[in-house]
T-cell receptor
Framework: GAVVSQHPSWVICKSGTSVKIECRSL??????MFWYRQFPKQSLMLMAT?????????EQGVEKDKFLINHASLTLSTLTVTSAHPEDSSFYIC???????????FGQGTRLTVV | LAKTTQPISMDSYEGQEVNITCSHN???????ITWYQQFPSQGPRFIIQ???TKVTNEVASLFIPADRKSSTLSLPRVSLSDTAVYYC??????????????FGRGTQLTVWP
């Protein structure tokens, strides 16, 4: 299957700082990428949809100024958590779609801890 | 989007067959049923997908009755490594919402030795 890689796998940052998470499709071109957040013992929650070269579409209740998404190429999307606070500590997961395949491929996730 | 309902948890023993049923009463005509598996601190992994009747792959089988209001994921002869959360999702395979997945609570399957 297609491989989606996230970097870093885990990150600890201080409250008030920003942190960037990368999502890369390693062996295919991702027309669309998605970002999810998952709190402990809870399900995945879709945050936003990003298409290469255009602005991301955010789900209701997700602050677009806090969670900046950039999809600059067909293999890379980044999520920047700005001015992070402890309540932003979560597991962030991306997925990617490619043309002709109706299956989203997920990355391994990034554990963010804000202290 | 069709809402799905699954048992919160299930327990089984190694070597047994496990059946996890998902209810999706409001499934639309163009919706497909997809099951994902998620281990702790990992992204979900695609297991199987179907529209109607029965689908089988090397990992599992998916049974969908004629009215499509429910589906059953069948895992043959589970092992300890099958302990995970299993999610049932219902979504169209095309259109502007393709890939936008709305996960329910999932079913925590625990396999005991």
């Amino acid at each position: 299957g297609a491989v989606v890689s996230q970097h870093p796998s885990w990150v600890i940052c201080k409250s008030g700082t920003s942190v960037k998470i990368e999502c890369r499709s390693l062996d295919f071109q991702a027309t669309t990428m998605f970002w999810y957040r998952q709190f402990p013992k809870q399900s995945l929650m879709l945050m936003a949809t990003s298409n290469e070269g255009s602005k991301a579409t955010y789900e209701q209740g997700v602050e677009k100024d806090k969670f900046l998404i950039n999809h600059a190429s067909l293999t890379l999307s980044t999520l920047t958590v700005t001015s992070a606070h402890p309540e932003d500590s979560s597991f962030y997961i991306c997925s990617a779609l490619t043309t002709g395949i109706a299956e989203a491929f997920f990355g391994q996730g990034t554990r963010l801890t804000v202290v | 989007l069709a809402k799905t309902t699954q048992p919160i948890s299930m327990d089984s023993y190694e070597g047994q067959e496990v059946n996890i049923t998902c209810s999706h009463n409001n499934i639309a005509t163009n919706d497909y049923i997809t099951w994902y598996q998620q281990f702790p601190s990992q992204g979900p992994r695609f297991i199987i997908q179907g529209y109607k009747t029965k689908v089988t792959n090397e990992v599992a089988s998916l049974f969908i009755p004629a009215d499509r209001k429910s589906s059953t994921l069948s895992l043959p002869r589970v092992s300890l490594s099958d302990t995970a959360v299993y999610y049932c999702l219902v979504a169209p395979l095309g259109g502007s919402t393709l890939g936008r997945l709305y996960f329910g609570r999932g079913t925590q399957l625990t396999v005991w030795p």
